[in-house]
């Protein structure tokens, strides 16, 4: 067995969680796949070894989309992997990164199924695993799953509660039904490999819920970029929610983002859809500013940069990173 393998399987004492938010701390991941201009086709060997690649560097988490079907409809093109066999890879291939799913469709599968992933993934990542849950937003792909999206609501919260029941101390299954004649009887089901703590929740968008529900039921929220104004008003939002549901408990706020990073470090940052393009000197005020207005963990989306990914992250570490990244995590 690689060097690599085994010290990812020893669990680390620092928790996912820790590993990416901390209070008054921000922190940046990586949106994978990593692709460059006009590339719709991964190689998921060449993704393994710039996953490998970011973890030498420092970034703080890696992030994995659940893509479950594709159409020539959607504005997606590209094959997504199914995320537990990413992770699976990821955690083989990485030693002090975290791993997040951003985010496994909690509506579309199972909620025992994305149990035993997520506990399976943190077991083989010595800890390093955050169970990111969305809800999904296509009414195609549910009707193709013989699902109501009318009903994704009430199933997200349902679907959330057996999820954590399973990842709970002590693990605890909620059947969807009790066998004919064995009402009293029944056994009781729990996971395995026991694991010395629960699996960390973050709710990736708002999977229809309000944000007082995410703020007791999650370690933090995953939204996606806006200008300024209205992210500032929306973590002030999630702050005043988190105070009525989490009093005197860490609730953190992350974003995702697409950056272009430009050639020039002093190029200005232009919006442009869900993110900026700039230069690495303007990107480090723009994340100093996104800190002070609450923000603790950026995610790149860097698809379709002009510029090769292992490039680019490897300016974004140089120049970047250690303005945020005082030391790295074990």
Known sequence: MSSNVSSSTARDAIPAEARVFQPDRLSVGLVLPLLGKGEIVADFGEQLALAEHADALGFRALWVRDVPLNSDAYPDPVGHLDPWVLLGALAARTRRIALVSGA???????????????????????GRFILGLGSGDRPPEYAAFGQDTDARRDLFRMHWETVAAALDHPSRVVPDRRPEGQIDDAP??????RLPAPVPMLAVGSGGQSVDWI???????????????????RYRMWRNAAERGAP???????????????????????????GYRTGA???????????DA?????????TDSPRPPREVMDELARDVLPAFHVASPA
């Open 104 to 126: 496994v469709v909690l509506t579309l599968r199972h909620p025992l199924h994305i149990a035993k992933g997520a506990v399976s993934v943190s077991n083989l990542s010595g």
């Open 188 to 193: 009781d089901f729990h996971l395995l490999p």
């Open 215 to 233: 703020a007791r039921h999650a370690i933090g929220w995953m939204t996606y970029h806006r200008d300024p104004d209205a992210q500032r008003d």
């Open 248 to 274: 005197g408990k860490f609730r953190a706020f992350g974003v995702a983002t697409r950056l272009e990073l430009c050639d020039r470090r002093d190029e200005p940052p232009v919006p442009m859809a869900l």
């Open 281 to 291: 000197r303007a990107l480090v005020d723009l994340l100093a500013a996104m800190r």
């Open 294 to 302: 609450g923000t603790h963990h950026v995610a790149f989306n860097l």
